[in-house]
């Protein structure tokens, strides 16, 4: 099963907080955008779990 890592970047001192959702086998599936705070990094989290079963593929190539 997935799961989500909360990180917290060494280069960026604005805003160092970001999150990664990493597979059952652990590779990375994707990378949020950069957060200014730990705890708006889990609100990301909670918003992309609330949207994400809902959400359909549009496939633009």
């Not at 999150?19 to 990378?31: D, M, Y």
């Not at 990094?41 to 918003?47: D, F, H, V």
């Amino acid at each position: 099963m997935g799961y989500y890592e909360i990180l917290k970047s060494k280069k960026s001192t604005s805003q160092p907080w970001y999150f990664v959702l990493r597979a059952g086998n652990h590779e990375i599936i994707a990378v949020s955008e950069m957060y200014s705070s730990k705890q708006a990094a889990e609100k990301g989290i909670a918003s992309v779990r609330a949207n994400a079963p809902t959400e359909t593929v549009h496939d633009r190539s």
